[in-house]
């Protein structure tokens, strides 16, 4: 079992930035594979950026490809999810995942979730 707690969301101005983070306990998280993803009003939840299961590779939706960045902690079971350069569009809930097996962009493939936090980006 995993919990998963995100924190660091909040408003801020286009062009802002801000670092969301997501703290685990329970098993390890170094055995899974992170991700985060994320889901606008009315939208489907989509996938944002992840780490391979197993090694440090990460992957970008195109969409925050250059603005947003994976990283982790694996002493404090702790992954990170700095955003720079935030738009309007990039307002949603962003949400924290664990993967046991799978492609990272699918949500199904993960098997734990923390609970979200509000992001709202304003023009």
């Known amino acids: 079992q995993v919990q998963l707690v995100e924190s660091g969301g909040g408003l801020v101005l286009a062009g802002g930035s801000l670092r969301l983070s997501c703290a685990a306990s329970?098993?390890?998280?170094?055995?899974?594979?992170m991700g985060w993803f994320r889901q606008a009003p009315g939208k489907e939840r989509e996938f944002v950026a992840a780490?391979?299961?197993?090694?440090?590779?990460?992957y970008y939706a195109n969409s925050v490809k250059g603005r947003f960045t994976i990283s982790r902690d694996n002493a404090k079971n702790t992954v990170f999810l700095q955003m720079n350069s935030l738009k309007p569009e990039d307002t949603a809930v962003y949400y924290c995942?664990?993967?046991?097996?799978?492609?990272?962009?699918?949500?199904?493939?993960?098997?734990?979730w923390g609970q979200g936090t509000q992001v709202t980006v304003s023009s």
């Open positions: 329970g098993r390890t998280f170094s055995s899974y594979g």
């Open positions: 995942a664990a993967r046991s097996s799978g492609s990272y962009r699918i949500t199904g493939n993960y098997d734990y």
């Open positions: 780490f391979s299961r197993g090694s440090d590779s990460t």
